[in-house]
C-alpha cells in the first residue's frame, strides 16, 4: 500500500470517532481527531496514543511501543503503541483501541501546563513603551509668537494702568 493509501486506510478506521484529519509529521504522519493528535503513522506501522491506564492492555495485545535513536545511540520510547493486528481489518475491530488512544490524548492535553490566556485587545495592543524623559522646560519667548505678544501687551497694559489711576487724584 503506498503512503497516502495507508494514511486514508487508518483515517477510515478512526472515523467513527468525530472529524479525522491528517499531517506530515516526524517523517511519517499524525492522525488527528477533532484537532486532537491520537495516532501516528511511521514507516507504514500505525501507532496510537497511550497513557499508564491503556499501557496494559496494549502491551497483552503484543503491542510494541514508537521507539527512536537519540544521540549516543540513546533509546527513546514515546506514548505510541502499534494497533492490533486484527483491529487494522476493520473501524469496529479499531474503535475500542482508538477510543483508549483519544481518551489518552485528552488526558494529555489535561496534563499540559495551562497556556496563559491573551484577549484580543491585548494582542492588538502597542508595546509599551519606557516612559520618555521630561525635557527640562524652556522659557517663552516674548514677542516671537503671536500668543506671546498678547501676553507681552496684556502684561504691559496692567502694570500702566495702577500708574494712571494714581496720577489723577
Known amino acids: 500500500m503506498n503512503d497516502s ?4 486506510h487508518c483515517l477510515e478506521l ?3 470517532l468525530g472529524r479525522t484529519s491528517s499531517r506530515r509529521m516526524f517523517g511519517g504522519h499524525a492522525l488527528y481527531v477533532d484537532g486532537l493528535c491520537m495516532a501516528l503513522i511511521i514507516q507504514d506501522t500505525l501507532y496510537l496514543k497511550v497513557d499508564d491506564t491503556h499501557r496494559p492492555l496494549f502491551e497483552r495485545a503484543g503491542c510494541k511501543p514508537f521507539t527512536y ?12 503503541y502499534t494497533a492490533p493486528e486484527e483491529a487494522m481489518e476493520s473501524p469496529g475491530e479499531m474503535l475500542p483501541w482508538a477510543r483508549r488512544a483519544l481518551a489518552a490524548a485528552v488526558a494529555a492535553r489535561a496534563k499540559a501546563a495551562p497556556r496563559k490566556k491573551t484577549t484580543a485587545a491585548a494582542k492588538n ?6 516612559p520618555a524623559k521630561k525635557a527640562p522646560a524652556k522659557k517663552a519667548a516674548v514677542g516671537k ?16 494702568a495702577p500708574a494712571r489711576k494714581a496720577a489723577k487724584p
Open 14 to 16: 478512526i472515523a467513527p
Open 125 to 130: 495592543a502597542p508595546a509599551k513603551k519606557a
Open 145 to 160: 509668537t503671536p500668543a506671546a505678544k498678547a501676553v507681552s501687551v496684556r502684561k504691559t497694559v496692567a502694570k500702566k
Open 5 to 8: 493509501g495507508f494514511v486514508n
Open 69 to 80: 535513536a537519540g544521540k549516543n545511540d540513546e533509546v527513546h520510547v514515546m506514548s505510541y
